[in-house]
């Protein structure tokens, strides 16, 4: 693999998993009262773009890291919506 | 502007958004407690590295973006150091 494409990989890796605690915390709790329902709304709508923008200029990492937090992120905004 | 610069900005704007309320929270609260270093130090890494990643591909969005989300996350980052 090239230097490249491992560093976009590495740099994928690290956000999307960021977002894995909020998703651990939700599914065990189903509780979701104190988090933003806007703010995942923005952010998965956030995502989403970027998985079409990487889409669009055919890039790994891009599609990759934003295939994997997106649906990270609408599983929290799912869980927003049905535990309120 | 081409349409697909105008998407990649639009994604990036979006996701670099959502870190905003933290940012704003930890300046006026000055509080940082509940926050979690690990996840800070994970995620700054991982945006560092989308910012090195993006001026390699030479990807505008991805420059722009990172580097705003960089600012901010170490903003936060920083805060919780300060403040513990």
Tied chains: 1, 2.
Excluded at 12 to 29: D, E, M, N
Excluded at 63 to 76: E, G, Q, R
């Amino acid at each position: 693999m090239e230097p490249i494409l491992i560093l976009g990989l590495t740099a994928g890796a690290l956000t999307t998993f960021a977002l894995l605690p909020q998703v651990i915390k939700t599914l065990k709790l189903k509780e979701t009262k104190d988090i933003s329902l806007l703010m995942y709304i923005i952010l998965c709508t956030g995502i989403a773009l970027w998985l079409i923008y990487g889409l669009f200029i055919e890039d790994i990492p891009v599609i990759a890291a934003n295939t994997i937090s997106l649906a990270l992120s609408l599983t929290i905004l799912f869980s927003k919506i049905r535990y309120g």
